[in-house]
């Protein structure tokens, strides 16, 4: 399965000690380049472990040549869109919102960092969601309290 991460995810796994589990769980994990220097930019939490992680998984994109209908949306969302459609990738890893249901309006299937967790917890790489999730959350990354009680059900851990 073919990945294409965003950075809200991928800071948030970082946070919980979580991209190892990426690897685990899907074939080819790749992002953008502006993904990659957002992820990577001085002072931003998780920088070195991200660049690390991500050196070996930037893939080039032409945003001029893919139409997206998107609004509000950042230029490390929008090249990861491009790129999925680029690679023809199985899942967008996007944890914000917005980007969440601009890429399900132009037909892409996402997967979120509390996603990736579950899939970990139900592959038997992790015991529990639980303590992943509040490293995130220690980490400063917003989860909504109803995804979190959500995923918290979804794994038997409520």
């Known amino acids: 399965m ?10 948030a ?26 992820c990577t930019a001085p002072g931003k939490p998780e920088s070195d472990r991200l660049e690390r992680y991500l050196r070996d998984k930037v893939s080039e994109v032409d945003l001029a040549q893919f139409v997206i209908a998107a609004s509000g949306l950042g230029e ?6 491009a790129l999925y459609k ?12 917005r ?15 509390v996603g990736v967790l579950l899939l970990a917890k139900a592959g038997g790489l992790i015991p529990l969601v639980r303590p992943l999730i509040e490293s995130i959350q220690a980490a400063g990354v917003y989860l909504a309290e109803q ?12």
């Open 2 to 11: 073919l990945v294409i991460a965003d950075t809200s995810a991928l800071v």
């Open 13 to 38: 796994l970082a946070a919980c000690d979580g991209l190892s589990l990426l690897d685990a769980l899907f074939q080819t994990v790749y992002v953008p380049p502006a993904v990659f220097r957002e």
């Open 76 to 81: 490390g969302e929008l090249e990861a869109m």
């Open 86 to 97: 680029r690679l023809h990738a199985d899942r967008l890893l996007v944890d914000d919102n």
């Open 99 to 113: 980007a969440r249901k601009v890429a399900r309006l132009n037909s892409m299937q996402v997967i979120g960092s």
């Open 147 to 158: 995804l979190v009680a959500e995923a918290l059900r979804l794994a038997d851990e409520a």
